[in-house]
């Protein structure tokens, strides 16, 4: 007997909506559902195949034994009741619902092959449709398993939303103790300490101390951003450096995470709701086959005898069965999720590749798409007498002991170019540097506050190429010597988000595929955005670039570029894309990205190479001629096997047997299937065999 959990899971009727309304309708789906009833109703179906006389007489063997002309009845009314059983659920919603489909069809079909094969069984009539009756089942059952593989479940991105909040805070209570609480404890007016490297459990403002805090998967700023007293933090930020005491302003749904999670939310719910083009096949089928056995039964009992009117009217019926329209979809889904593996890429909803093919605009997000979101050393400069390599060196034993971001590049930097030196008395200024002694000497290296600070004394040539690089939204850093009261700057270090050599071909390639505008979105400042822009050779007056923008306003560019009637594919890695990957007519993540940003999207990109775009477009264009040569095979079988089914030619001596009707019913179905396998030829990359 099917569980009622089982039944209530099973709304295959509704499977076939558009992303945002499957995840309204089939939360909690489980396609582990589809794969027990599958290889249950497989297990079933074999020894009723074989047992069949039909199929015995095909191949010219013989069985016989006691209790053989049980099988049919008894596994084929299993196979019937439990693996039927979501179809079933699935035709009556349909007809509820007044949207006749594929599950309908389906549902019709294995009904009529059921209610005949009884009644032959208890000698009515001499339609033996057991073994069609269990294979078609089981057949839609493999069907329906593989599609629900492909489609992504919208609560994964909520919860990974969630999981960036810590489980714990500590509170400072009135006498200055410090005790553990859960984030859920915590209330407005409350006082927390964020320790060094620990993320903020709540939005709120600092009223002691400053860090560094790398706000880059909640706004895109890709440094870390310095917070002082009196500024506001925000939930699931990190304090890089040093601790903080937070005054808590929001807590649970009033938070800016929490706002992140309700633009998912929203975002998935008005996504595209595309029916799949086998759906849109199955109604008009449905009509074509309820038409012909209707006026196939009227025909033949007016012409010739009820015998013959019920006859031609189950083959009608079992000959509409949807063996190849059932598998055309999910065929091509499965082979083309797999091929697209095998590259790095991931599909995870089905109609995110089906739309692939119409993008016309690729939105790439900056941070950690088209650069690696980590700064590297990009510019040396020294003062005269000075070395590059001189400056790099010293810089990096200063910075040695240093946590930093930018102190690790630089040390990076310098270990690949020669041997570090050996710094002592290192000392941390926060928020304005750090010094240390090297080679007797003692030296510091810090930005714009330590310069004035110490009231350092720069050579003339630095500012020009520092200020320079400043204006390509390059983070500056300078070395000085410190000798009692005097200071003086000796060099300085240039530091950015390094662009991905790969972004510049992925670029190239997508306006090879016919692509007509690049947009690049980032919470970065304007000139770091347009510097990036320009070294991928974005062209001017087509390509666009929105910068300085938060959470939100990532979202409202998705939706404004769809406004101006563009489709729009949105490639992303953080929690501030999520929301826009979600709107997007197809959202791409980053693998490397954030777990939001993957479960958000319709495909991920496992390797965190961005020329996989082009490989996700050519395999939506080469996918999607396969569902309609498919489409065209399955409706052309019906288009010509339900006249004659019919007995349309009957005058000329021809009429159609079931028999011959289930051999054209399933090499229908093997056409389907070795066509799809044809996806397997499929090049993803431009540079690939």
Known sequence: MVSSVEATEAQPGEHQTGHGQQHDKHAGHDPEMFRRRFWLSLALTVPVVVTSHMVMDWFGYSLDFPGMSLIGPVLGSVVFWYGGWPF???????????????????????????????????????????????????????????????????????????????????????????????????RAGDLVLVRSGGRVPADGQITDGAAELDESMITGESRPVRRGVGDPVVAGTVATDSAIRVRVEAVGEET?????????????????????????????????????????????????????SVVRTVTVLVIACPHALGLAIPLVIALSTA???????????????????????????????????????????????????????????????????????????????????????FRSMTGRGVQAVVDGARYAVGGPALLRELDARIPPELPATTEAWSARGTAVLHLLTIDGDRAEVIGAIGLADEVRPEARQAIAELRQQGIDKIVMITGDARPVAEAVAADLGFRSGVDEVFAEVLPADKDKAVADLQARGLT????????????????????????????????????????????????????SHASYRKMLQNLGWAAGYNIVAIPLAAGVLAWAGFTLSPAVGAILMSASTIVVALNAQLLRRVRLTADQG
């Not at 093919?357 to 939105?363: E, M, P």
């Open 88 to 186: 079933l659920v699935g035709g009556a919603r349909e007809i509820a619902d007044r949207a006749p489909g594929m599950m309908l069809l389906i549902s019709m079909a294995i009904t009529v092959a059921y209610v005949a094969s009884a009644a032959t069984s208890v000698g009515a009539f001499e339609l033996d449709f057991w073994w069609e009756l269990a294979a078609l089942v089981t057949i839609m059952l493999l069907g329906h398993w593989q599609e629900m593989k492909a489609i992504g479940q919208a609560q994964g991105a909520l919860s990974a939303l969630a999981a960036l909040l810590p489980d714990d805070a500590e509170q400072i209570t009135d006498d200055g103790q410090t005790r553990q609480v859960t984030v859920a404890e915590l």
């Open 256 to 308: 800016a995470l929490a706002g992140i999670q309700r633009l998912v939310a929203e975002a998935q719910a008005s996504s595209g709701r595309a029916q799949v083009l086998a759906d849109r096949f199955a109604a008009l089928l449905f009509y074509v086959a309820l038409a012909a056995a209707v006026l196939t039964f009227v025909a033949w009992w007016a012409f010739s005898s009820l015998d013959q």
């Open 339 to 425: 091929v697209a593996a095998k590259a790095g890429i991931l599909v995870k909803d089905r109609l995110a590749l089906e739309r692939m093919r119409t993008v016309d605009t690729v939105l790439f997000d900056k941070t950690g798409t088209l650069t690696r979101g980590a700064h590297t050393v990009t510019a040396v400069a020294a003062a005269p007498g000075r070395s590059e390599d001189d400056v790099l060196r010293l810089a990096a034993a200063v910075e040695a002991d240093s946590e930093h971001p930018l102190a690790r590049a630089i040390v990076t930097a310098a270990t690949a170019r020669a041997p570090m030196a050996t710094a002592t008395d």
């Open 568 to 619: 729009v594919a949105m490639v992303g890695d953080g929690v501030n894309d999520a929301p826009a990957l979600a709107r997007a007519d197809v959202g791409i993540a980053i693998g490397a990205g954030t777990d939001v940003a993957i479960e958000s999207a319709g495909v991920v990109l496992a390797s965190s190479d961005p020329r996989g775009v082009t490989g996700v477009i050519r395999l």
